[in-house]
């Protein structure tokens, strides 16, 4: 369990849907690497969670559709510093980012066709293509 997770004034993720671990980082830092567990492991239930609308759960199962774990929850690794605390409030902004994607709805596409003075400056050109490369061919003399 971690502490609730601020993403709007209106939206607080409890912190009975995170949880975290912390393991040691990879990468360079000599003898500190082999001591200290400072990459941080955040997961988040976004299946169980009460804080987001359905339509909201789809959108962000999208979103983080390369980061989700065997058992369906988002996983955000950090490992960007050496101190513990720093990777763990690393992890909680991405996360925070993440959902804050998910809360605004796609704008729906709307249909369009091109113009009819498109549809003509499209066969314009490609009839004016075809004369220069026509032009370009072997003159055959009779």
Known sequence: MSLPLVIT???TLPGSDLEWSAA????PGGQNVNKV???VELLFD???TVALTDAQRVRLRVLARNMLDHEGRIQIVSQKTRDQQKNLEDARAKLVELVKKCLVAPKPRKATKPSRTAKKRR???KKKAGKKKAARRKVTGD
């Open 123 to 125: 066969v314009d050109d």
């Open 37 to 39: 567990s400072s990459k």
């Open 46 to 48: 976004f299946e169980g």
């Open 24 to 27: 040691r980082a990879s990468g």
């Open 9 to 11: 004034p209106n939206i």
